[in-house]
């Protein structure tokens, strides 16, 4: 069996962020997206959904952090090559993302960083595949 992940991260103008993703090259799976919440398919088995503050509010009795000031998770994605990493991190910083700080390059793996509209931080990479063993 396979174990699929769904991130859920609260965001303050769903159109907006559906927008920003997709400007990025994501797609949403229709079946799980209405007004209050969107499915964001990352790949085949890991998923964001995006919830309005309402929606958050039904899974969560917590308050919701403002993630311009805090960072509670990274969201890290591997990509295939250092283009594809330098690619989305473009685009998210032209599609109104910020970029908190420069490439990291460790040698074996180079990781860029960006916050989306909503300041949830993602850190796209690349690593060598010679470097990892199985």
């Not at 990493?85 to 599609?95: D, P, Q, T």
């Not at 420069?102 to 074996?108: A, E, L, N």
């Amino acid at each position: 069996m396979t174990t699929k992940m769904f991130v859920n991260l609260p965001v303050s103008d769903l159109k907006a962020s559906i927008a920003f993703y997709k400007s990025l090259g994501f797609t949403f799976n229709p079946q799980f997206t209405d007004e209050t919440a969107a499915c964001m398919v990352i790949s085949e088995h890991n998923y964001a959904m995006l919830l309005t503050h309402k929606k958050w509010a039904q899974f969560s009795s917590k308050p919701i952090p403002d993630a311009h000031k805090t960072t509670g998770v990274l969201i890290a994605l591997a990509f295939e090559n250092k283009d594809a990493v330098n690619a989305i991190v473009e685009k998210a910083v032209l599609g109104g993302g910020k970029e908190p700080r420069p490439m990291q390059d460790h040698g074996f793996m180079v990781q860029r960083t960006f916050e989306d509209l909503d300041g949830h931080t993602w850190e796209p990479f690349f690593m060598d595949p010679a470097y990892v063993k199985n």
